[in-house]
């Protein structure tokens, strides 16, 4: 019974209980990233009719030791379930006797930028489209292979696969494609609607509360530019939606279907709500 | 299911009888003035041990995930969403208090981020097994309250 644990406890983190417990620092870093000599972009000016002025990557918000591991793709330990993501893209599975790479190549000629604009409008199903969904488009309807099951199989791998061809590019979604404008304003509604019996939007804590500390944790402004992310509580990517689940349960509420109306809608705000971050994909986080 | 046993092994830990838990004020007619909650919730009075172990716990309380209490300085992680409640019996009288736990949007504002201890006045959907539940037993809002009292200056 997960869901009944109030609040994440994160590993220990040194906190200067000594200095006074009431002084907890808890700003977020002045400190840049840089992934392999390549400088990200973790802040950036804040789009029009954002809350914030400035949008900030969930990495200033982290333990010195956790950033560190983010800064260098030999130690990210994300990056093993990337390579597994780059295995998959070059297997042949499903019917049609082809791999990703049948049709698409080098990855990183034709996946370059392409996850940074995503959410996208998806004509055929008349809803936004993620990179999973995308990649199970083209299993069922490319590859004649069956789909993914949510967070199953390769889907993490491979999504974070294709996201990485995106590091260090500033997210940008198109909100004039196709109804992208009514899913993000549903998004948004949903951002500010109080959930479960703790009564707690996802702004009471990542928008109200930003920059402080609840309990063990460190909040951010809840950004989903390095996702799927490397969580080294549970030791494996963990994906967005996986993630989005996790936070609304902590409220003490039944959570949506991942891929969802409710999820996709919430995916399309909060990517808009990073815009201008590079993706960081594999993130690293605590 | 496991809030329920905690809360009975506690009630009997603490020996309230089936009889006082009979009286207690159901979370929709507990009445808020301008000086709080006049009323005890149980008609017992509050323990303040039990208190400050509900205040600790993070399957009940969990206090300390927004407020920092110098008085509980053993503890790692003291949260600062809230205020200190360092002295907080000096700024506010039991009354105050016991309005601020069973339901801190009637003593705030609709806005707080604090949750309501004992008020069904909660988010939209509520896990199943928690509907028309409270996070807190009456009298644990009491050993609460009696717990905060402890803590002046």
């Known amino acids: 019974m997960n869901n009944i644990s109030l609040f994440i406890t994160g590993p220990v983190i040194a906190l200067a209980l000594a200095a006074g417990i009431a002084a907890v620092k808890a700003d977020p870093v002045d400190d840049t990233l840089t992934i392999d000599g390549k400088e990200m972009i973790s802040r950036a000016k804040a789009p029009e009719g954002h809350p914030f002025d400035e949008v900030m990557s969930g990495w200033l918000f982290r333990t010195a030791e956790t950033r560190a591991l983010e800064a260098d793709t030999f130690v990210n330990p994300g990056m093993l379930e990337v390579e597994e993501g780059g295995a998959i893209w070059n297997t042949v599975e499903g019917t049609a006797g082809k791999s990703c790479a049948s049709c698409h190549g080098d990855a990183a000629e034709s996946m370059k930028d392409v996850g940074a604009n995503y959410p996208k409008w998806d004509s055929d199903s008349g809803r936004p489209i993620n990179i999973e969904l995308q990649i199970n488009k083209c299993r069922e309807k490319n590859m004649g292979a069956e789909p993914y099951a949510f967070d199953k199989g390769g889907q993490k791998a491979l999504t974070a696969y294709v996201k990485h061809q995106s590091l260090g590019t500033p997210v940008s979604i198109d909100l004039g494609q196709g109804e992208m404008q009514n899913w993000w304003d549903r998004g948004k509604e949903l951002y500010y609607t109080r959930t479960g019996q703790l009564n707690l939007s996802c702004a009471s804590c990542h928008e109200a509360n930003m920059g402080k500390m609840i309990r063990a944790d460190h909040l951010s402004q809840g950004q989903i530019n390095g996702f799927p992310t490397y969580r080294l509580k549970q030791g494996k990517l963990i994906s967005v939606h996986n993630r989005f689940r996790g936070c609304i349960r902590d409220t003490r509420a039944e959570m949506p279907k991942a891929f969802s109306d409710e999820l996709m809608a919430l995916e399309v705000y909060v990517t808009w709500r990073g815009t201008g971050l590079s993706v960081e994909t594999p993130a690293v986080r605590q | ?153």
């Open chain 2, 1 to 153: 299911m496991r809030l329920g046993t905690v809360i009975a092994t506690l009630a009997i830990a603490s020996g309230v009888a089936t009889a006082a838990v009979a009286a207690e004020v159901a979370p929709g007619d507990v009445a808020f003035t301008d000086d709080g909650v006049a009323m005890s919730l149980t008609g017992t009075a509050g323990d303040p041990d039990e208190g400050a172990k509900v205040f600790k716990n993070k399957k009940l309380g969990n206090c300390l995930a927004c407020h920092a209490n110098t008085a509980m300085e053993k503890e790692l992680f003291h949260g600062n969403v809230g205020p200190v409640l360092d002295g907080v019996a000096g700024r506010y009288s039991t009354e105050q208090l016991r309005a601020i736990v069973t339901n801190s949007k009637q003593m705030f504002t609709q806005d707080t981020v604090m949750p309501g201890f004992y008020s069904l006045e909660v988010g939209k959907d509520v896990t199943k097994d928690l509907v028309g539940k409270t996070i807190l037993a009456a009298q644990q809002v009491e050993d609460v309250v009696a717990y905060l009292g402890t803590l002046k200056e």
